[in-house]
């Protein structure tokens, strides 16, 4: 595996690296504590988010195991700072924010034979779109919110929330990666 090839690049192989991953999960923290990952919008759902977009790094540096893990801390964050019934339930905060850090990994290594940056760009879609129809969908399905608003938020969020991604993500990775490489030195 190279740092250097991109298509050789594989999430989570090798040994974690423990500052980038705890670098996440702050950023994670402070996103949500701060309120500075949930935008607020005058729609049904109340915010937007960009709260998904370190789960989403994680998975795509190191796998979808640490990227779940970060989703869960996102799930916790979300249920522990909103003052809403719905997003307090754990099916609707959690399991789908765990998934957000399982998606892009799979999307990403399905398309191994593609251009990176296509690469990274859907992963960061598939993402963006696990959570956006994941809570909803399951919001809906528990009673917290009718199938007609779920719908709206998705297409009023959805696309904002997926551009975000997307412009956000791909750097994120290749700079991330190239600072993994530093750590990596450093610690020899």
């Known amino acids: 595996m190279s740092q250097d090839n991109p298509k050789s690049y594989i999430p989570g192989q090798g040994k974690v690296n423990l500052p980038i991953v705890g670098g996440l999960i702050l950023f994670s923290v402070i996103l949500g504590t701060t309120h500075l990952g949930f935008i607020p919008v005058p729609t049904a759902a109340k915010h937007a988010t960009t709260m998904h977009l370190p789960t989403i790094v994680a998975s795509l540096l190191e796998g979808w195991p640490i990227g779940m893990i970060v989703g869960a801390v996102f799930g916790i964050t979300s249920m522990y700072m909103s003052g809403s019934p719905m997003i307090q339930d754990p099916l609707v905060a959690l399991v789908p924010r765990m998934l957000v850090g399982l998606t892009p990994f799979l999307v990403y290594m399905w398309l191994y034979d593609r251009n990176e940056y296509v690469r990274l760009g859907l992963a960061a879609v598939a993402g963006t779109l696990t ?52 750590i990596d030195k450093i610690g020899r």
């Open 131 to 182: 959570n956006t129809f994941l809570v909803l969908g399951i919001a809906v399905f528990r009673g917290h919110m009718e199938l007609d608003k779920a719908l709206n938020v998705a297409l009023i969020h959805g696309l904002p929330e997926v551009m975000v991604a997307v412009v956000i993500v791909i750097p994120a990775v290749f700079f991330l990666r190239r600072l993994r490489v530093v």
